[in-house]
Every structure is written in C-alpha cells, then in structure tokens.
C-alpha cells in the first residue's frame, strides 16, 4: 500500500476555480426565487437634518409597487443595527434599520421600496418624495471635538464617543531620560474596502415550516444569523444564513448591516422571498469604511538610535454610529503600537468621534496598518534625526530572536520571530548597497528617487476570545466538523466561511494528508448555518490558523477512533498501531489497512467494535491560547517626476514570515493582493466628503482603484518561523500585505523628496500633493530646478 | 443603476434618424452610448425617445479622400487606432491608447466624444489642433462648423437639438508634420486632468512653420491654445524658452475640482504642452 | 415600448421582447439566466460585466438589450466545457488568477479579446489592455500570470 505523496506545502490548484472561471458560482444577487420580489431604498441626501415629511403616494402609485415601509413601520417591531463592541464608558445610541426622524449620514437608509421587479422598485425609490431640515454636518473629526461643533447625537453633548487610555508607568521617565524626542502627525485616511461583488442579501420567509433563509454576501454567517434572530425577536432556530459565493470582503462583510436585518422582516411581513444588491454607490455610501484614523505620536530615543517610549494619541473616527465592531479597530493600533521593536513603554489614548459620515469597521488590516504607519514612520524620523541609515535604526531597535514569547509594554505577547534573519534575506535579495549606489546615481543626474523600507509584525488569528478580541463580547474560537462516508470520503464543515481564501483547496489537503486519502475524496462545505452549525468567519487572518487548526483537531480525534478500530480488525492493540498518512499497520506484521477499510468496518453492522459507536465523526473548537504574530520586511524603490509629482513603484520586494505555509500558491496570491490594497491606500485611495458632508467619492469616477498598470512585478520570498500557538505553526497571511507595504511606499517617496529637506507627507501621494512640496521646497532654497 | 423609461428607435439612414429626432421634443442621439448611458443611468439624463445610431449605413466609415480624412460619425475609437490610412498620423493611435480602456474603445465614439463636449475627455483636443470640420445633419438641412467654434460652454457643444454629427473631416498632416497628444490621467475616471494635443509643421532646423494646439482638461471647455500658437509660429523655439513660452497659456482659466487644483492644473498645461509640443516636432523632423 | 430582438448568445440564436431600457447585463443575467456576468460598478469602470459582441469585448452594463439585436454575444458560459476548458480559463486556474472570482469572468472575456488581437503580450501591453477591468484580490500579477500562461498555451496551439 502505497504513502500518497504529501499535499501540505504543495503548490496545489483551487478546487474552487472550476465553478468560478466558467461563471457558473451562485453569488447572492444571481439566485432567483418563485415570487421573489426587490427592494430599493431611499438613502438620505443630506448628512445631517430632521426629516419632516416622507411622501411614498407617488411611489405606492406606480404599477408593480407591493410597499413602502419607513421607520414608522418599523417601530418596536425590528432593529436596531447590531453593534457588538460597546466600550466601557462609550457613549452609544442604538442605529435604527431606518432614519428615525433624524438623518446623520449621506447615504443613510430613510425608507423601502418593495416591487416586483427591480426597474420598477428603483422607480418607485426615485419617486418616494424626503423632506429633510437639512443642519450644519460636522465631518472632521478634530472639528468635531471643538466646543460648538455641530453635534451628530444631541443627547450625549459632544462627539466624543469613547475615549481609551493606555498608560504605561514607564514612559514619562524614559522620556525624560532620553537623548532626544521627536513628534509626528499621522493621518491615516479613510479608505473604502471595495469587495467587487457589494453586498446582497436575500431573505426567504416560509409560512410553512415558519422557517427564515437569508443568503446574504458576509464574512460571518453565524453571526449574522444571531443578529437577525435578535433583531426580528425570533428563535435563533428559525432562522438559516446562507452565505452562497462571497465576492470579497476585505473586512467590510464581518459586521451585520441593517439591510441584513430588515429585509428578513420584510419577507416575514410580506410572506415573498425578496432580494436586494448594493449598487457601486451604496457600496461606497453605506457600507463601512476602513482607517480614518489621525495620530500624534511623539517618541524618545536615544543618541544610538534606540526608540525608548513612544507616547500616542489618535483621533479615530467612528462615523455616524458604532458599527459592529468598530470599536474594537482601534485598540488594535495600541496593542501593535511598538511593532517588532524593543520599545520599553508605550502610553496611547485614543479619541473615538462621531462624525456625519458613513460607520467605520474593520478594513483589511484592522488597526494593524496604522499602528505599523506610525512606528515605521517614527523610524524613519529617527533615523534622519541622527543621520543614521534607516536600516540600521531597525537592526538597533528590532527584538532579538531568543527573547520570544515576547511581552511587549502594549500587554501584547508576540509568540515567535526571527526579525533578522528576515531582514538579513530581505537586504541580499534587494542589493540593498547597489540601491543605494543607483539612487545616488539617479540623484546626481538631478532625478528624484528613492528607497522605501518596512520591517513589521502584526496581530493574526483573531481571537482570542479572551484579551485582544474580549470587547467583542463573542467567541473567537472557530469550529469544524469531519465526517467520514464508508467508503473513506470527507466532508469537512468548518465554520470559517471563506470569501476567496481557498479553504475549500487548504483545507482539503490538510485532511487528504492526514487521512492519506485523494484531494477529490475531501468535501469542504462552508457558509451555511443549517449544515455547519457553529462557526465565527474568516477575518482578522484567522482562516487557517484557527479554522485551519480545528479541521486538524477534529481530524486527530478521528484518528484516535480509526487507530482503535485498525487494532480491533489487525487483533492488536491500540498502542501497536502506527498510522502514517491514512495508513494503518502495526509492527512486525506485513498487514495494512487503508483509510477506507477503517471507514468502511466502522459502519459496517456486524462487525462493530466493543465499546465503540457506529461512524467515524468527530467535532472539533479551537480556542486559541493567544494572537499570532507572522512579520515581514518590505522594500521598494520609487522615482517621482519633479515637473509633475508623478510617482512611479520601480520595484518592490515582499519576505514575510507567517510560519508554516500550506499552500504556496494561495500564500502569494493573499500577499500579492495585501500589497496591492496597502499601496492602493499609500497611493491614491481617499473617501472624502465635503464640508457639508456629501460624498465626494461615491463611483469608481471618483475614488481611484488599483489597477493593473500601476504597479510593478512584485518579487515575493519568505523565511519560516512556526508559530508555537497551534499544531500547524501557521501564523495568518490575509492582512499582511496591507500591513508593511503602506508605509513602505510612503518610506520610499520621503527618501526621494530628503535631498529637497522635505521631511513629511500624509496619503495619498497624490501627484499634486508631491508637485507642490517639491515647489515648496525649490522655492525655498533660491527656486533652482 | 437604472434608466428611466424611453422609447427606441434604430433608423437605417441619417434622413430617417433626423425625421425622428424632429420628431420628438427632447429626444436623443444614442451613439456609443458611453457617456450617455451612464449618464442615464444616473438619472442625470432622460430622454422619451433614444434614436440608435448603431443601425445607420456608413456612419461608422473611415476614409482619406482627397487629402481629407473622413471619420463618420460612429466610428469608434478603437476604429480610429487601427486604421491604416490613420497610422502615420501619430496622433489617433496615441490619443486611443490613453483614453479610457479597450472595451469603452470598442464601443465609444470620435464624434460622440465631441458632441458630449465633456471638459476633460481626449478627442477634442487632437479635434482642435487637426483643424477638423464636423458635418452636422438635421431634417431641415446641413451644417459645418469648425473646430474653433464648435465647443461653446461646459458640456455644451454647437450641436442643436435634432442635429446628428455626421462625420468629421481634417486636413490629412502633410510632409514635415508631426502630430503628438500627451495627459495625465486622472486616476479614478481615466479622463484627462489634463491633455494637450499638438499639429506641427517644421523644418529640419526645427523652425516651426504652423501649429496649432489644443487642450482638453484644462477649463471648462476644450480650447485652442492660441496664444502659444503666435509664439511658436516662424521661430526655432526649444528648451527653457519653450517652456517658459508654454507656461503662460492666456486662454487658460483652470478648473479647479478634488482631483486637482487650479494652479496645479495651470502648471501641468505647460508641462504637457511642452511634452507634446517637443514631441510634434521631433515627428515633423522625421518627416 | 416593447422591442423585438433576436440575439446569438453563446451559439443560440434567442428571440425576445423587450423594454428598451433594459440593459445587456440584465437581460442575460436575469432573462436568460447567464449569471456569469457580473456587475461591478454602474459608471463603466470595473469591466466584471465585459462579454463579446461579435467579437469585441464590451462592457454590458452600459449597453441596452436593444443595441444588441441582431449581434453575436458571447458571454464566459459560451468560453469552455468542463471537460475543454478555453485557454483563458486554464490559464487562470494554472496560475491562480482569481481569489473571490468576481471580477473573473470579466477579466477573461478581457483577456481572450486581447488574445485575439495580440498572441504574445508583453507583461506591459498586458497591463495596459487590463486597464477596464477591476480586481481587488489578488493584485492583478498573479492575473498577468494567467495571461501569459494563456497566450503560450495558444501559439502552442493547446
């Protein structure tokens, strides 16, 4: 009997691709329902104002119209918007499923149209007649913490939603002791996640059975169908989430939004499955929004370059309410402020404000990538205080490899690294003395270029449910199912509903592996609350490194069973079989037994082991002990045009650590986007509203995308240091990318702008932001071009 | 995004189209559709009746007769790319490659580009600087009207109601000319925040005998760069001279907009005329 | 209003009856049930709805049903069989090409257009003919792989 080749770590293509290349995957918005009918909505024109009259007449008039409901229709009966993370002291207002007389963001939902078709319903939508007392918005979020700024909630008296204080004994001290200090103002701009399918849901009341179904384009089915359960005031038990193909999340499909929850109550109401899509502008209007996040962060250090404390404020916008869990991003940014460095203390308060704006929640990243901005930036500035290279300010400040678990002065506890070696791969594989020798070169022909670098760590594997993850309130454990057929094959049922990761490719070699059976024998089904009944979702990198861990769990407790009915059929004992990738043998003997013939005698009546239940099951949770903490150093070189601020990547080099990969492919393919998404914000990515609170960017016209020919090949490489959290050593990969990239890039163009004594620049570098500090800059020193 | 109700019609000739739009108060051309359709989409237009070009014999043509290029009212952009007639005037397979992408270049059209006047799309410019002449048909007769009269106000071109551009025609650029566009792209839209097109005649001594330059992006409307034109004309001009020529376009009134300043955008129509000016003549001396 | 059409989609000539402001992508999405073609944006930006008409690709979302009567559509259902899959479609599950697959579909009505025009892209003209079309998975090289694999399994004639 022969050991099937090892798929772990193999280069293996996506089962999923099939389906998806040959357009022939259900997302939400392609299924069509008996009677299905379409709701639109009425989204709110003005950021901030009192409604005095909704007029559906019109709109009722029009043939194909089945409804119109507005708040009042609501009232007592549904909502609110879920809203998980409350932190202590925070000043929360329940968000209705629709304007409650008050409207506080453009784009907020103010009332549904339901139709038949949805040309009709859009109609319909168009001809609802809103009044709105339109008000002064605030839509700054320092402006709003100024006495006299126009208040987003009346009742509280300010927009200060929540303040967070992080002290550490230490930092005054080591300020005071400090050869030098310095003090950076950071923004990091709000950003809008852009999944290319937008959100979409429809939801099917059955009168019959009095069963709800909602397919709905989330990253987190289980929770969404508590909130729904919560919001309608129904038994969890009735009701199911489906979430069929999921186009992309990137963050912005793990909370529950109110469409989610008013839509099931519309198909209560009206007993008709009906379906609503987000168009491109709903989806940068309503849907949450990512960073947003503007910090002072001083820091001290001394005459060798060594950073002692660093001490932060940040001003985070929340928007016009709390999303689901919006309130936790930020605390994200504390915990990883001192990055892979060993900086002693750390004392960080954060402001959370209300604005008249759409609600930010997690952003691919989540906090991480502003903490990583902030530290790297505060590198930089080190380094060009004491005219030291900027390479060798982090070699000074990284945390040495033997000091791991490593406690750092945020309370985090970093599992494993190797920052150097990392660091060591990164500088031969980019040449980092010939970089150097070509920019100088390109320097002294008058040209602007420049060497960007980051070297960083992040917080993976979300939970646990306990500490990082704990004002969630929610279990960050992730569940899975395995359950064997007769004949050997696997259907897998994990709870971490992917969105384009590649469970259903990862998982099942994981389980052919260990089961030593073929990659087709494996099913993995996803995503769907009847058939996988407990599960959390696939954010916060966790998909593999904790759904990823208890499919392994579940697979050993399998194991365990198989070897027990391996001895009973080879008339041995337990502990004499050895079980090598799904083949059972036992020593001395030349007998072997296949994964399938354990499989098979474990349902066959007749020859059912003593002690033993019939089937080959087993359940597993993994709760992990702690957050993982993959790193990476990130180089690039960059070239501007003086005359016009024209940026151009001219190369840019990946080597990230997330411990033991699975599979290589998917591995590059999650870092390849994050460095794209990361450069996408660095370069050109800003939701922006005006004064009055209109949004600026609502269609691809305005908010630039990343597109393909703006970038350079990637190079990609990797060291491997596991992690000791989970049996797989994995550490998480899907956030990485947009953690070190961001402030790679920025590291790159404040080189190319040094020799003109330019010092700061905020994102997006846009060209006229560049042209106008080289002008600046030109002017200043006598106008020479 | 949906469009409000209208009627359609697909005529097979420029009488019919032009009876029907006379036809319907307030009708509209359906050309590509490229900007129309979104535009409908959003409800930022409606019309109760959509007259289709698409269907109209001969209206996409493409020919060099005489020394004039013909371009129909249809043809698309991709069209113009890949025209054999077209590829030594460098100007239409440089303009295409930087407007919009292929699947907008398969379906939007030259003339559409022009009658939509839109501030900020390419083909005015290269319309402005090649002199061309647009050909426009109702049912009560036909008209022309010249490059430099026929963009008027923002988004507003001398195309009337119940008119229907037919065709365009230029002057095919002669020996020793050299047609050059260059644009920053706006990096949303794809649009210019600014483009210059430029038509030069010059002598080997880099002397430039005629230009003309046209700028789209810049203001409000597409404009003729004229006061740089009278500096160029009958001089060798290169260099700091060229650009400090460049830098002080009188016809200038900037926009001013979220994806660039007034001032920004001031400067770049010097940098880029510059770029397209050089790169007129450096064609006009292989010429 | 109501129009009569008749269309060839992927091979099958279909008659049907139709609102004049109906859109391409929804007449194939919703009347005949080719949900391949997604929709990603309304402004013409994204190109998830890119499908061929007669052979050019275009983007059917800022096309009506109407402007089609009469033409050859070819949507990413007509581009290959399970068991014959179009190079295209191999050479993004080759090479990783897509994560969500939502802007899939498009990328490859793209990218066999391209193809059609150019047998042997360099990575600069790929990215450039990519410019109508959006992704936000996978940072576009892994798709500017599949291109490549695609247009090699091409001139080899597989």
């Known amino acids: 009997m022969a050991v099937k080749p090892v798929m772990v770590g193999q280069r293996i293509k996506r089962r999923e691709d099939p389906r998806l290349i040959r357009g022939l995957a259900t997302y939400t918005d392609d299924l069509k329902l008996h009677g299905m009918l379409h709701a639109s909505f009425v989204r709110s024109d003005y950021a901030a104002g009192r409604i005095l009259k909704i007029d559906a007449t019109r709109a009722k008039a029009l043939s194909g119209v089945v409804a119109v409901f507005t708040f009042d229709d609501l009232r007592g009966q549904v909502g609110p918007t879920p809203c998980w993370v409350v932190l202590p002291g925070m000043k929360h207002a329940p968000h209705p499923l629709l304007a409650d007389g008050e409207v506080r963001y453009a784009g907020q939902p103010v009332a549904v149209v339901v139709a038949r078709d949805k040309y009709v319903a859009r109609d319909a939508a168009l001809a609802v007649e809103v009044e709105i007392d339109s008000r002064e918005a605030i839509v700054d979020p320092e402006a709003a913490l100024q006495p006299g700024a126009p208040l987003v909630y009346e009742q509280f008296g300010t927009n200060l939603a929540a303040k967070i204080s992080n002290p550490h004994a230490d930092t005054e001290r080591l300020f005071a002791e400090a050869a030098g200090t310095l003090s950076l103002r950071l923004v990091n701009q709000r950003v809008a996640p852009v999944p290319m399918e937008g959100r979409a849901v429809v939801a099917h009341w059955d009168e019959g059975p009095q069963k709800l179904t909602v397919w709905t384009s989330t990253q987190t089915p289980h929770a969404c169908k508590q909130n729904v359960a919560v919001c309608l005031g129904i038994s969890e038990l009735k009701v199911r989430v489906i979430a069929p193909e999921v186009g992309g999340g990137f963050g912005q499909k793990v909370p529950s939004y109110g469409e989610e929850c008013l839509l099931p109550w519309i198909s209560r109401k009206l007993r008709k499955p009906v379906k609503w899509a987000e168009t491109r502008t709903e989806n940068l209007a309503a849907s949450a929004h990512g960073r947003g996040h503007i910090t002072q962060v001083e820091a001290a250090y001394d005459k060798d370059g060594k950073v002692l404390a660093l001490r932060g404020h940040t001003i985070a916008e929340f928007g016009a309410f709390a999303s689901m869990l919006g309130a936790l991003i930020p605390t994200f940014t504390h915990l990883l402020a001192a990055g892979p460095y060993t900086i002693q203390a750390v004392s960080w308060e954060t402001q959370a404000v209300y604005t008249h704006t759409m609600a930010t929640d997690a952003y691919r990243g989540a906090g991480r990538p502003e903490a990583a901005y902030n530290v790297e930036r505060v590198m930089d500035a080190v380094a060009a205080k004491l005219g030291l290279d900027r390479v060798e300010v982090r070699r000074r400040n990284l945390i040495q490899p033997g000091s791991f678990p490593y406690h750092a002065p945020t309370g985090a506890i970093y599992d494993s690294g190797n920052y150097q070696a990392c660091l060591e791969k990164a500088l031969a594989r980019f040449d980092y003395a010939a970089a150097i020798a070509a920019r100088d070169r390109a320097r002294a022909d008058g040209k602007l270029a420049g060497i960007g670098v980051a070297t960083f760590t992040e917080i993976c594997g979300l939970g646990p449910s306990t500490g990082t993850a704990a004002p969630a309130r929610a279990g960050f454990w992730e569940s899975a199912e395995l359950r064997v057929k007769p004949t050997g094959a696997v259907t897998v049922m994990t709870g971490a509903s992917p969105h384009g990761q590649g469970q259903e490719t990862a998982f099942a070699q994981m389980v052919g592996d260990a089961f030593g059976i073929d990659i087709d024998s494996v099913n993995v089904v996803h995503g769907d609350t009847d058939i996988v009944t407990h599960g959390v979702g696939t954010f916060g990198s966790r998909g593999l490194v904790v759904g990823g861990t208890a499919v392994h769990m579940a697979a050993q407790k399998i194991l365990a069973k198989a070897k027990r009915i391996a001895a009973h059929l080879l008339d041995t004992t337990e502990e004499r079989v050895s079980v090598e990738q799904g083949v059972f043998g036992v020593a001395g003997s030349a007998r072997r037994l296949s994964f399938a013939d354990v499989a098979s005698a474990a349902h066959t009546w007749g020859i059912a082991i003593p002690g033993e239940e019939p089937g080959l099951e087993a359940v597993a949770r993994f709760e992990p002990t702690g957050t993982t903490f993959p790193f990476g150093v990130h180089f690039c070189t960059v070239s501007i045009d003086k005359e016009t601020g024209q940026l151009t990547i001219e190369r840019f080099l990946s080597v990230d650590d997330v411990g033991n990969i699975i599979n290589p492919m998917l591995a590059d393919g999650q870092r390849l986007g994050g460095i794209i998404q990361g450069l996408g914000q660095a370069l050109c990515e800003e939701v922006r509203y005006d004064e009055s609170g209109q949004l600026m960017t609502a269609t691809f016209m305005d908010y630039a995308m990343p597109r393909a020919a703006m970038f350079p090949r990637i190079e990609l490489d990797t060291t491997c240091t596991p992690s000791p959290l989970n049996p797989l050593g994995a550490k998480g990969i899907g956030e990485l990318g947009t953690i070190g990239s961001t402030p790679c890039l920025v590291s790159a163009v404040l080189d190319a702008l040094a020799p003109l004594g330019i010092t700061h620049v905020d994102m997006p570098l846009k060209p006229e932001k560049l042209w106008r500090l080289i002008r600046e800059a030109q002017q200043k020193s006598g106008g020479a071009r | 995004m949906i469009p409000a109700e209208f009627d359609y019609a697909a005529p097979r000739t420029l009488a019919e189209a032009t009876r029907l739009l006379a036809g319907t108060e307030g009708a509209k051309v359906l050309g590509g559709g490229m900007s129309l359709i979104p535009a409908l989409k959003h409800r930022l237009a409606a019309a109760p009746l959509l007259v289709d070009l698409g269907r109209v014999e001969g209206l996409d043509k493409i020919s060099v007769i005489g020394g004039r290029i013909r371009i129909g009212g249809r043809a698309t952009h991709a069209a113009l790319m890949s025209h054999p007639d077209l590829a030594r005037v460098h100007v239409f397979a440089e303009t295409g490659e930087v407007l919009a992408d292929p699947q907008v270049r398969n379906r939007g059209t030259f003339g559409g580009s022009l009658v939509h006047a839109d501030p900020a799309a390419d083909w005015p410019a290269v319309f402005i600087a090649l002199a061309g002449e647009a050909t426009l048909v109702s049912a009560t007769g036909t008209r022309t009207v010249g490059a430099d009269a026929f963009f008027q106000s923002l988004m507003t071109s001398a195309v009337q109601e119940g008119e229907i551009l037919s065709e365009v025609n230029f002057a095919l650029p002669g020996a020793k000319t050299g047609t050059a566009y260059t644009k920053l792209r706006q990096p949303a839209s794809g649009f210019a925040i600014v483009g210059v097109a430029a038509c030069i005649r010059a002598e080997r001594t880099g002397v430039i005998d005629e230009v003309r330059i046209g700028v789209t992006g810049v203001n409000g409307v597409p404009f003729r760069a004229r006061s740089l034109e009278d500096r160029l004309r009958g001089r060798a001009v290169s260099g700091p001279a060229l650009r400090a020529f460049a830098s002080e376009i009188a016809e200038a009134a900037p926009l001013d907009d979220m994806h660039a300043s007034a001032e920004y955008r001031r400067h770049l129509l010097g940098v880029y005329a510059v770029r397209s000016i050089e790169r007129a003549i450096a064609r006009a001396q292989q010429g | ?158």
């Open chain 3, 1 to 158: 209003m109501r129009v009569k059409i008749r269309v060839n989609v992927n091979g099958e000539a279909v008659d049907a009856d139709v609102v004049p402001r109906t859109l391409l992508v929804h007449w194939l999405r919703e009347e005949q049930g080719l949900t391949g073609t997604h929709i990603g944006c309304e402004t013409s930006l994204c190109g998830a709805c890119t499908v061929h008409l007669d052979g050019k690709a275009v983007k059917s979302c800022t096309l009506f049903a109407v402007q089609a009567d009469g033409c050859d559509v070819r949507t990413i259902e007509g581009m290959g069989e399970a068991n014959a899959l179009h190079p295209v479609q191999m050479g993004f599950w080759e090479e990783h090409g897509l994560q969500c697959g939502y802007c899939t579909p498009g990328m490859i009505m793209a990218t066999s257009a391209l193809l059609a025009e150019n047998a042997n892209p360099s990575e600069a003209q790929i990215r450039h003919a990519l410019e109508g079309n959006i992704c936000r998975c996978t940072g576009y090289q892994q798709i500017v792989n599949a291109v490549q694999h695609a247009a090699r399994s091409m001139r080899e004639g597989k």
